[in-house]
């Protein structure tokens, strides 16, 4: 049997270490990773392999050459351009005329082959991909299989709503050669995202086998670290390449055959791995586990711990190393101090009392003066983190997470993945802090070679509108987070004015922690144009063409408005105006009081404003949120309106406006929205608890609908928070336009608001938080969802999280997708049953994270 071992990944992820040679070739204890994986083929019988290879390819040819010095005969197929996981087999189609095995060259795992082989042959399948648990399985393919075994649902890096299991795919196939027939000559074409979906929809026999044992993808800087240290502490079941010696200390040759040369004060504490003609000097202190590579010295008094040295090296006297990954040929001086994560690329010499700091990067052959400290903003705060964007975009605290210098590097990495010379809109609130950053952040797009459109201090919603009718490649907008004052978040827009999509974040971040940015030539830095006028008069004109100002002139009495001394107060009171409303203005914002409510004086602004409407008999009121996002709102009775409620008056009066139209509300809404829905003889749609989810289904029919042309038209979209879509305007939440449509609905029922509320059914509903470990998430959401699979609705289908529909109940847990916890939301008959159902799987959400 032949195995094909993919080996043409560049390991973008590893950088800097992965510059100048393959990921196969990373060495993990001393081997590059790919020799590891031929060893364990050849322990099961496996002597012949086709690699396949397109990055640095001669690198791999020049090390392993025919595979006769492995014991092994190795064929090579070479992709002139990247022809994906399953075209470079195909590029091998050749070679293989017998079910085969197909392995990561660049992954790290002991699998018994043999057991995969002999199931594949039992079942008879034409793939049986081969399948293991994690902890995290977001950056994973996830696999679900039915009892014998057979693949019925897969999905390629899910969001947590979209887990439903923890067992993912290792990239390890037995296929049978027929399968190559569904792979197109010369085309880049994927197993998971192509191949397989073809299989699973034609009912070809494709299996998963859950494998026991160890692996790992070394898809990171972190998880190499792991690799390493999981080697020496003997959880691989794979031959180390040396031979042991007492105290858990390994050496690729026997001490007294001067193969590595220990003094006899160096003190060693294991497990640690020696490489060939390693010298620890008099006095060294090792601590594991930590690895030296060949021909690597260690200097008197040096202290390394938990460190990884690749070979060559040169640590100084009295160095002291923490964390570290240092890469081939480096040379660090008398008294360097490499701190936790800190990672220096080949060939870079350090001066003499040189600090680098946490998680620092060097590239390869840079030069650091002695005495100079490096430091960098990679750390989020105390800690270093794996991503930085969070539901509310990318967030840290003012002026200590989130300084200017880690905006400049952010605007740098989102400018790097555009295309140059193209346009971002840049945006703010009033607040100085947000001034700061955004200045900042725009220094970073213009380093990338990308125009900035300076829209000035606008609402969001007519920046999500100036982006997309400028036709810029996105945009950037700055502000104090509404959820604490303490915060400033950054929002990125893709091209549409919607928040970019997780892809997006991913390469964001990629760039970002790599510091992989795309630095321009003089002549090519970006330009900067300031627009902040004519953008409000295009943002108004539009306004004005999508409002109707008869049936608000029409709407019975006067409307107030609290601005909470917000920029929504420079556009809307004029808009009302023209628009024939009679709106009293109440905190109205200056650049001098700017500021943000924080939550308890949201609710006591709003009890105020409830006052004032009841005292002069106003129709409605409305308060705003800082950025023009969100809207709250007070009936003509002068009774505060719940956000849920206020969402099924919108929709009552938007089916009354326009039959039999649709209107989109999130998951988490009661089912008394159904209710409503059949009532008024209109359909009602449930979107994904998440703002992009959200927009994005306002896209559908902005865009010119929702991929069903009979499907009815959609004309409004709410998230349940205060929040608004009004599709047929622009498909981000817009606050001002809410206040505007909810005066011209009621102008053409004539209606009153508390008339509409009056109608709206009761509803009792319960939610809480649930604390849960990150690396739980996954096995929570697993069991969670076959529970659920065995309920009355339980056909596998979830919108996102897991439902359990239980009648005249329902239950929702939701993993939070950037902190350690889950939401349980239910609906049940009185708020008293509502609390303990939820309680309920709140509690089943804590024994199962255990």
């Given amino acids: 049997m032949k ?18 040679r393959p990921k196969p070739m990373v060495p993990i204890v001393n081997m590059p990773v790919m020799e590891h994986i031929l060893r364990l083929l050849r322990r099961h019988g496996i002597q012949e392999v086709v690699v396949t290879l397109q990055y640095l390819a001669n690198v791999i040819q020049e090390y392993f050459g025919d595979g006769s010095d492995f014991g092994m005969k190795i064929h090579y197929a070479i992709e002139e351009t990247p022809l994906g996981t399953a075209g470079s087999v195909k590029n091998a189609e050749h070679l293989l005329d017998e079910p085969f ?52 649902r897969f999905l390629e890096k899910p969001s947590w709503g979209e887990v439903f299991s923890d067992t993912v795919n290792t990239g390890i ?21 192509d191949v397989f979906p073809q299989l699973l929809r034609n009912g070809d026999p494709m299996f998963g086998f859950v494998a026991s044992g160890y692996w790992c993808d070394v898809g990171n800087l972190a998880e190499y670290v792991r690799a390493n240290a999981d080697m020496l502490h003997g959880l691989v079941n794979l031959e180390l390449p040396g031979k042991e010696l007492p105290g858990r200390i390994w050496t690729a040759g026997a001490v007294r055959d001067g ?13 640690v791995f020696l490489g060939k003609g390693v010298e620890v000097r008099a006095g060294a202190v090792i601590h594991g586990p930590t690895v030296i590579g060949d021909y690597t010295i260690v200097e008197e008094r040096a202290t390394l711990d938990r460190s990884v040295v690749w070979a060559n090296g040169y640590i100084g006297e009295g160095a002291d190393l923490h964390g570290a990954l240092i890469g081939r040929s480096c040379s660090l001086k008398a008294g360097t101090v490499i701190f936790e994560g800190a990672v220096v690329g080949d060939g870079c010499t350090l ?23 490096v430091s960098s903003s990679i750390i989020w705060g105390t800690q270093a983190r794996r991503t930085i964007f969070t539901r509310a975009g990318v967030s840290g605290l003012a002026n200590i997470e989130m300084v200017p210098e880690f905006a400049a590097r952010l605007g740098a990495a989102y400018g790097s993945m555009l295309p140059k010379g193209t346009a971002v809109t840049a945006n703010r609130d009033l607040s100085r802090p947000a001034r700061m950053i955004k200045r900042a952040a725009i220094s970073g797009l213009l380093s990338a070679g990308v125009d900035v459109l300076d829209i000035g201090e606008v609402p969001v919603p007519v920046a999500r509108f100036e982006t997309r009718l400028s036709a810029a490649a996105g945009g950037v907008h700055v502000r104090i987070s509404p959820a604490d004052n303490r915060l400033i978040d950054v929002k990125i827009f893709d091209a549409r004015g919607l928040n970019i999509d997780k892809n997006a974040e991913r390469k964001i971040e990629t760039a970002f ?67 024939g409303a009679e709106a009293i203005t109440v905190n109205a914002a200056t650049r001098r009081t700017f500021w943000l409510r924080t939550p308890q004086q949201h609710e006591q602004d709003l009890r105020q404003l409830a006052t004032i409407c009841r005292s002069i008999g106003a129709s409605v009121g409305a308060m705003m949120d800082n950025d023009g996002k969100r ?80 499907a009815p038209p959609r004309v409004l979209v709410g998230d349940g928070e205060g929040s608004y879509v009004f599709p047929d305007f622009h498909p981000g939440f817009d606050a001002m336009m809410a206040v505007a449509r909810l005066l011209e609905y009621l102008g053409t029922t004539g209606m009153r608001l508390s008339q509409v509320l009056a109608d709206v059914p009761d509803y009792f509903v319960s939610s809480l938080e649930v604390p849960c470990a990150t690396e739980s998430k996954g096995r929570v959401m697993r069991v969670l969802h076959e529970r659920a699979s065995r309920t009355a609705a339980g056909d596998g289908a979830q919108i996102d999280g897991v439902k359990f529909d239980l009648g005249t109940e329902w239950v929702l847990v939701l993993p939070d997708p950037s902190r350690p916890v889950f939401h349980v939301h239910a609906e049940s008959i009185s708020t008293e049953h509502a609390n303990t159902l939820a309680e309920k799987y709140g509690d089943l959400v804590k024994r199962l994270e255990v």
């Fill in 3 to 20: 195995a094909v071992v993919m080996a043409g990944g560049e390991g973008s992820r590893l950088r800097p270490l992965t510059i100048g």
């Fill in 513 to 579: 922690f790599r510091e992989d940015f795309r630095r321009v030539p003089m002549e090519d830095i970006g330009a900067i144009t300031t627009l902040a006028e004519p953008v409000v008069m295009r943002y108004t004109d539009a306004f004005l063409a999508h409002a109707n100002s008869r049936a608000i002139a029409a709407a019975r009495g006067r409307a107030v408005v609290d601005y909470g001394l917000g920029s929504t107060s420079a556009i809307l009171p004029t808009l009302l105006a023209e628009l």
């Fill in 631 to 710: 809207v709250s709102l007070v009936d003509d009775l002068g009774n505060i309106v719940e956000p849920i409620k206020a969402l099924a008056a919108f929709a009552v009066l938007a089916w009354k406006a326009h039959p039999g139209s649709s209107v989109v509300v999130p998951i988490t809404a009661p089912q008394m929205m159904e209710q409503l829905a059949k009532e008024h003889r209109g359909r009602l749609v449930r979107a994904k608890a998440d703002p992009q989810a959200q927009m994005q289904a306002g896209e559908d029919i902005a865009a010119g609908g929702a991929g069903d042309e009979t």
């Fill in 351 to 373: 001066g003499e009392g040189a600090i680098v700091r946490p998680n620092v990067k060097l590239w390869p052959n840079k030069e650091v003066e002695p005495g100079a400290m």
């Fill in 173 to 193: 196939y037995m296929l049978d050669p027929q399968i190559l027939a569904y792979v197109p000559e010369g085309r880049a074409v994927d197993w998971s995202n």
């Fill in 259 to 271: 193969a590595a040369s220990v003094d006899p004060t160096a003190r060693l504490y294991g497990p």
């Fill in 101 to 152: 095995l197909v392995i990561s060259g660049d992954a790290l795992t002991d699998f018994d082959i043999e057991e995969i082989i002999r199931y594949h042959a039992e079942k008879q399948a034409m793939a049986t991909l081969t399948l293991y648990r994690v902890p995290n399985p977001l950056e994973f393919g996830v696999v679900i299989l039915d009892r014998d075994g057979r693949v019925v």
